[in-house]
Nanobody, 133 residues
Framework: QVQVVESGGGSVQAGGSLRVSCVVSGYTVMRKCLAWFRQGPGKEHEDVANIYTVGGGGGGSTYYADSVKGRFTIAQDNAENTVYLQMHSLKPEDAAMYYC??????????????????????RGQGTQVTVSS
């Protein structure tokens, strides 16, 4: 059974940094797309970043939404089946529930084209990020 579990959310002042983590377990597919989405109060899910991963190393192609480019970094740790989202220069508008999502990479497709959370079969319960001004 595939499990996706996020952690690391919290409260931070504007301009601060935070790192959220996501562990994907029970998913033995070699090539995966892993992504972060967020949902603010009363808003739709918004894509944040995604990464193409290959078991044992490799992969690494990334995508970032314009709103976070240059401030957020998505990275993988294949040994621990973990994907991180390092967030710097946080703004009040970054406050949201952050969700991690996972699915298989499909040959002929790309991870970067998956911009909707519905494009992923597996996702976690989310971790809350609060940014105070």
């Amino acid at each position: 059974q595939v499990q996706v579990v996020e952690s690391g959310g919290g409260s931070v002042q504007a301009g601060g940094s935070l790192r959220v983590s996501c562990v994907v377990s029970g998913y033995t597919v070699m090539r995966k797309c892993l992504a972060w989405f967020r949902q603010g109060p009363g808003k739709e899910h918004e894509d944040v970043a995604n990464i193409y991963t290959v078991g044992g190393g490799g992969g690494g192609s990334t995508y970032y939404a314009d709103s976070v480019k240059g401030r957020f970094t998505i990275a993988q740790d294949n040994a621990e089946n973990t994907v991180y989202l390092q967030m710097h220069s946080l703004k009040p508008e970054d406050a949201a529930m952050y969700y991690c999502a996972a699915d298989s990479f499909v040959w002929g497709g790309s991870c970067t084209s998956r911009r909707r959370i519905s494009d992923f079969r597996y996702r976690g319960q989310g971790t809350q990020v609060t940014v105070s001004s």
